[in-house]
């Protein structure tokens, strides 16, 4: 009985720790300060077919799955695009919007006003 016992606290900490290093990475890795909206930001790409998802509108905050991905996203809402670097302008009409592009989690992109 002690040795289920031991066997199971030790898995659950484990558990517990291999958690609280993906809620790190996450964080580090998109420079959200709460790792929750990274890692939910992670399901919605992943479950979704769509290739661009809304994280949230204040900070606007946006994930693809590639730069070309969000730009072909943002032609067909009606922007015109303009990149320089990591940074991107998006105008139409009188609207603008600017935003800049961070790696996360290897294969995904952040595009955010946040930087």
């Known amino acids: 009985m002690k040795k289920i016992l031991k066997i199971t606290i030790i898995g659950i900490a484990t558990l517990c720790?291999?958690?609280i290093l993906l809620l790190r990475t996450i964080s580090y890795s998109?420079?959200?300060k709460d790792p929750l909206i990274g890692l939910n930001a992670l399901v919605?790409?992943?479950k979704s077919d769509n290739s661009v998802e809304l994280i949230s509108k204040?900070?606007?905050r946006y994930i693809a799955k590639s730069e070309d991905d969000f730009k072909q996203y943002m032609e067909n809402k009606g922007y015109d695009v303009d990149q320089?670097?990591?940074g991107f302008y998006f105008t139409k009409g009188k609207?603008?919007?600017a935003l800049g592009m961070e790696g996360f989690m290897g294969n995904y992109k952040i595009f955010t006003d946040e930087y």
């Open 17 to 19: 720790m291999s958690i």
């Open 44 to 46: 919605k790409i992943v």
């Open 95 to 97: 609207e603008s919007i």
């Open 30 to 32: 998109s420079k959200i």
């Open 58 to 60: 204040n900070p606007l």
């Open 84 to 86: 320089a670097g990591r």
